[in-house]
């Protein structure tokens, strides 16, 4: 029933104003939703976007988690979208410092309405440098794998966030190892047949990395020969003792085999001269590796002349042919630790001799009662 058929009825009968009265009430809300049927629905709109993080300001690297509060009327959308001038921030709000501190100092990290982009809200991030801090120390060695007594250049990797040194301190169980990582494996092989070769942070002791060096035993290798002889001086037909002196790595063997050039020599170095003296006056002794005959050392050896004239033999030059000559002459004697020369004098009456004969190194040697030496 609408309003205007409640008042038409109460105007013909007076005996129906307490329906009339009740009517009204039950027309009045029939009018309201007619008033509402014909309202006009609102348009939503965005009117702002705030921006809030917490913290508000993080070293670099670090991370900040900020909100967006959307208002607007209407049946409108809270969804933004995420923006950061340096760092990142992810769909969530989830904002990243980055990695070096922007030149204002700060960070400005924005929300835009995703219905209204002309609508945002920003806010400001302080960023400040992270203290250097150590994460972790990696070792890798080219090779992995050595023999005693060689190398390996090891590597040293650190990392870590804001201004953090790189150096390492090195260290080996078993080896060496130089400043600059290189390793020098030892000279016999490790009970666990390798070495433990470490890299510690000198920013942060407790940070450090290990390599495994594997240490096989080297194979015996000839390094040098070389050859001494005792005395270094003989004449033709004596002997010297020469020494031959192996030097190598590994279980190498000391074993040589000897040669010379004009005289000759036995297994165990015991050099003979030969019985003529050699063009250039010396020999060559050689004793070579029996390892590795391309490593050798040599010897060179002085030969010489015996003494010409041995047993005491005496020559007198010029020799006499005739008996009652007066002359002068010299006498030359080879013997050793004696006299060598002798003037014999004038007016001497001597018998022709050319030699004489004796043994020993007498201090006087009288010739037919009228030569004396000494």
């Not at 004697?333 to 004038?346: C, E, G, K, N």
């Amino acid at each position: 029933m609408t309003f205007q058929s409640c008042q038409n009825s109460a105007n013909k009968d007076p005996r129906l104003f307490s329906a009339l009265f009740l009517s009204v009430h039950c027309c009045l809300p029939l009018l309201a939703v007619e008033v509402v049927a014909q309202h006009t629905p609102v348009s939503p709109t965005i009117t702002s976007v705030s921006v809030s993080c917490t913290p508000v300001s993080v070293q670099t690297g670090q991370t900040s988690q900020c909100t967006a509060t959307v208002s607007g009327t209407g049946s409108y959308s809270s969804a933004v979208t995420w923006s950061a001038v340096s760092g990142t921030i992810s769909s969530s709000g989830l904002y990243t410092a980055p990695a070096s501190v922007p030149a204002s100092g700060s960070d400005t990290i924005t929300a835009k309405s995703t219905q209204d982009s002309t609508k945002f809200g920003t806010s400001l991030m302080t960023v400040t440098a992270a203290p250097p801090t150590i994460n972790s120390v990696s070792v890798s060695c080219t090779p992995t794998s050595v023999h005693t007594g060689q190398t390996s250049q090891c590597t040293a990797t650190v990392s870590g966030t804001g201004s953090y040194s790189s150096a390492v301190t090195w260290s080996a169980v078993s080896g060496t190892i130089s400043s600059s990582g290189l390793y020098t494996a030892p000279a016999s092989v490790p009970a666990s047949g390798s070495d433990t070769i470490t890299a510690k942070s000198t920013q942060d002791s407790t940070k450090f990395g290990t390599s495994m060096m594997t240490v096989t035993a080297a194979p015996p290798t000839i390094n040098s020969v070389s050859v001494s002889c005792t005395p270094t001086s003989v004449q033709t037909g004596q002997t010297s003792q020469c020494t031959a002196t192996v030097s190598g790595t590994g279980s190498y063997s000391s074993a040589v085999t000897w040669s010379a050039v004009s005289g000759t020599i036995s297994n165990l170095g015991l050099y003979t001269a030969p019985v003529t003296v050699p063009n250039l006056g010396s020999d060559t002794i050689t004793a070579t590796s029996t390892q590795d005959i391309t490593k050798s050392g040599s010897a060179s050896l002085a030969v010489t002349t015996p003494n010409p004239m041995q047993h005491g033999a005496l020559v007198i030059s010029p020799p006499l042919y005739a008996s009652g000559v007066s002359t002068s002459m010299t006498v030359s004697i080879w013997i050793p630790d004696t006299i060598s020369i002798l003037s014999l004098s004038q007016g001497m009456r001597l018998k022709r001799m050319v030699s004489h004969q004796f043994e020993g190194p007498p201090e006087r040697l009288g010739i037919n009662g009228m030569l004396r030496l000494g």
